[in-house]
């Protein structure tokens, strides 16, 4: 297996396809997942001829399973740690909802040269949680029950996130993947649960607004209207109003894990913002 070793002695692991003097493309998972949630895109643009990267975030997948660091500021120096690691210059960051955040926090502090381009898909920024600033946002009672769920029985709510609203399988017509509903549950039960309970703040709490505001590359921001996890009405309508290059593309009746339910739609979508 690939790893780096962050400063505090964690290892992060990643995947690293390609040529290392073709362009690279860095995915940023969503929680509780692992680099695997991204199979299809990293074989797509492998073919295309990108050198294509990604990694465990701590405390997920085959990383470290942290008790501490689990949180926006140390996923960004982490992601910043394997960026310089493998010296990667005129990066495409693309993140899935919380690695959304995690990208819109790294690229934000990125040193020169090392990002051209980001993408945010079903992601978290600006900000979830519902607050006076953020009158839209999802109610903190919502976010205790993930908790409470996951400290319960984290095994059964593990099946019932990608079983329901993350995939869109709880729609009427929905065509079911069991494949995709026990995938998701394998990626979530390699991660520690210490490092998902306490990620649940991270990506539910962390405000990414002048994250957003300082980020001078071009940014496309991806979102289904009918995700069920990340609302689009107070994630990517507000955030890329916030960016300086930001542009919005809205997807008819798709859902939180499009990339998995869609590949065929947001693949090439993806290949034409980076080429563009």
């Known amino acids: 297996m690939s790893t780096i070793t962050t400063k505090d002695g964690t290892e992060i692991f990643?995947?690293?396809?390609?040529?290392?003097?073709?362009?690279?493309?860095?995915?940023?998972?969503?929680?509780?997942?692992?680099?695997?949630?991204?199979?299809?895109?990293?074989?797509?643009?492998?073919?295309?001829g990108f050198r294509v990267i990604a990694h465990d975030r701590r405390g997920h997948g085959r990383s470290t399973q942290t008790a501490t660091g689990n949180e926006m500021d140390t996923y960004a120096a982490d992601v910043a740690e394997l960026v310089a690691a493998l010296d990667l210059k005129n990066a495409i960051h693309i993140g899935h909802s919380t690695g959304g955040g995690e990208v819109a926090h790294y690229v934000a502090r990125a040193e020169?040269?090392?990002?051209?381009k980001a993408v945010l898909i079903g992601a978290v920024p600006p900000v979830m949680v519902k607050s006076e600033k953020n009158p839209g946002g999802l109610p903190i009672?919502?976010?205790?029950?993930?908790?409470?769920?996951?400290?319960?029985?984290?095994?059964?709510?593990?099946v019932d996130v990608?079983?329901?609203?993350?995939?869109?399988?709880?729609?009427?017509?929905?065509?079911?993947?069991?494949?995709?509903?026990?995938?998701?549950?394998?990626?979530?039960?390699m991660g520690g649960t210490k490092a998902h309970y306490d990620c649940i703040?991270?990506?539910s709490e962390t405000d990414f607004t002048e994250d957003l505001k300082a980020i001078d590359v071009p940014v496309l921001v991806m979102h289904g209207d009918d995700d069920q996890i990340v609302p689009i009405a107070d994630s990517a309508l507000l955030a890329v109003?916030?960016?300086?290059?930001?542009?919005?593309?809205?997807?008819?009746?798709?859902?939180?894990?499009?990339?998995?339910?869609?590949?065929?739609?947001?693949?090439?979508?993806?290949?034409a913002f980076i080429k563009g």
């Open 14 to 48: 990643y995947k690293d396809w390609g040529s290392k003097s073709a362009q690279p493309i860095v995915f940023h998972h969503g929680w509780p997942l692992s680099a695997d949630d991204w199979d299809n895109q990293m074989l797509y643009f492998l073919d295309k």
């Open 112 to 116: 020169k040269g090392r990002v051209a």
């Open 141 to 158: 009672e919502l976010f205790d029950g993930f908790r409470a769920a996951l400290v319960a029985n984290r095994a059964q709510f593990y």
């Open 162 to 189: 990608p079983a329901g609203p993350f995939y869109g399988f709880n729609r009427d017509g929905a065509k079911v993947s069991q494949g995709v509903i026990d995938n998701w549950w394998r990626q979530g039960m």
């Open 201 to 203: 703040k991270a990506f």
């Open 241 to 271: 109003k916030l960016l300086k290059k930001g542009t919005l593309k809205v997807y008819e009746g798709l859902p939180h894990g499009m990339c998995t339910t869609h590949p065929d739609v947001v693949n090439p979508d993806l290949l």
